[in-house]
T-cell receptor, first 112, second 117 residues
Framework: SQQGEEDPQALSIQEGENATMNCSYK?????LQWYRQNSGRGLVHLIL?????REKHSGRLRVTLDTSKKSSSLLITASRAADTASYFC????????????FGQGTTLQVKP | ETGVTQTPRHLVMGMTNKKSLKCEQH?????MYWYKQSAKKPLELMFV???????ENNSVPSRFSPECPNSSHLFLHLHTLQPEDSALYLC????????????????FGEGSWLTVV
């Protein structure tokens, strides 16, 4: 069953702008992760935030987690054309089985 | 290069064929997964293997048959598939941890594009 739902489904911005993607989930989680997928390729792990963390940074990426609202956001600052890809959130269940449930993803297009 | 290698990258098969997808991970992980990605649908978890034992089968039809001979290799045997089974099949691995502080970051292969004709 689908756990994470990303919003918006598609986002188009100009190079240099910031891109914000949101993810909502339904059940309690151990952690939430963001992945990136270039067209036709495998998914690449970007960042993991644990349920007891509120914000995390990695380079131009900033992730927030609000467990009371069951939501997370991914901010990409100073976007580049190479950031064009689909971005997925995935939630790890509190049972810690390693099973991740993925959302449908946000397709980001960064125009040069 | 993520440390997870899938072959073949592309496969076209007829509905009566039998073929297999192969996955190998070089990360020393103890868990391996098969995911299916179809157009306009969320990534679907198919099978989970933990220490070579299947721990999850997400109501996958029996025409998909997984095999995990050791913790580094995972196969997906395909037989009498349907055209709607055409999709990108992604293999992944992770180090399954213990407790609330383990990571469960999953490392994906590049996928195998399957077309059933």
């Amino acid at each position: 069953s689908q756990q994470g739902e990303e919003d918006p489904q598609a986002l188009s911005i100009q190079e240099g702008e910031n891109a914000t993607m949101n993810c909502s989930y339904k059940t309690s989680i151990n952690n939430l992760q963001w992945y990136r997928q270039n067209s036709g390729r495998g998914l690449v792990h970007l960042i993991l935030i644990r349920s007891n963390e509120r914000e995390k940074h990695s380079g131009r990426l900033r992730v927030t987690l609000d467990t009371s609202k069951k939501s997370s956001s991914l901010l990409i600052t100073a976007s580049r054309a190479a950031d064009t890809a689909s971005y997925f959130c995935a939630t790890g269940g509190s049972s810690n089985t390693g099973k991740l449930i993925f959302g449908q993803g946000t397709t980001l297009q960064v125009k040069p | 290069e993520t440390g997870v290698t899938q072959t073949p990258r592309h496969l076209v098969m007829g509905m009566t064929n039998k073929k297999s997808l192969k996955c190998e991970q070089h990360l020393g992980h103890n868990a391996m997964y098969w995911y299916k990605q179809s157009a306009k649908k969320p990534l679907e978890l198919m099978f989970v293997y933990n220490f070579k034992e299947q721990t999850e089968n997400n109501s996958v039809p029996s025409r998909f048959s997984p095999e995990c001979p050791n913790s580094s290799h995972l196969f997906l045997h395909l037989h009498t598939l349907q055209p709607e089974d055409s999709a990108l099949y992604l293999c992944a691995s992770s180090q399954e941890g213990q407790g609330q502080n383990s990571g469960n970051t999953i490392y994906f292969g590049e996928g195998s594009w399957l077309t059933v004709v």
